[in-house]
């Protein structure tokens, strides 16, 4: 099991910043890939970004720019920082991370972070 706790989230005006944090505890070994996803009211979920095991990143076309993925692996803890947010960004963050053991993949999800983005 993996064990998400994020935080970092709040209210905003608009063109100004954030970082979020999700830190990670249980078995980190078999995490392969960790991120954050969105869920604005009324639309479906999506992703924002995410980092391998490896290192690679990967941003929605929506950040891109604006958003950094990064992690910590003495802290098994990843940062979102946003910047230039948008009232577009407001949304419910989800931090997640892909586990595989064996032939065994799962899905972890923390309990979300609310972004308010607003003047």
């Known amino acids: 099991q993996v064990h998400l706790v994020e935080s970092g989230g709040g209210l905003v005006q608009p063109g100004g910043s954030l970082r979020l944090s999700c830190a990670a505890s249980?078995?980190?070994?078999?995490?392969?890939?960790m991120g954050w996803y969105r869920q604005a009211p009324g639309k479906q979920r999506e992703l924002v970004a995410t980092i391998t095991e490896g290192g690679s990143i990967l941003y929605a076309d929506s950040v891109k720019d604006r958003f950094t993925l990064s992690r910590d692996d003495a802290k098994n803890t990843v940062y979102l920082q946003m910047n230039r947010l948008s009232t577009e960004d407001t949304a419910v963050y989800y931090c997640?991370?892909?586990?595989?053991?064996?032939?065994?993949?799962?899905?972890?999800w923390g309990q979300g972070t609310q972004v308010t983005v607003s003047s």
């Open positions: 997640n991370a892909w586990t595989t053991v064996i032939d065994e993949e799962n899905d972890w």
């Open positions: 249980g078995s980190i070994h078999t995490i392969r890939v």
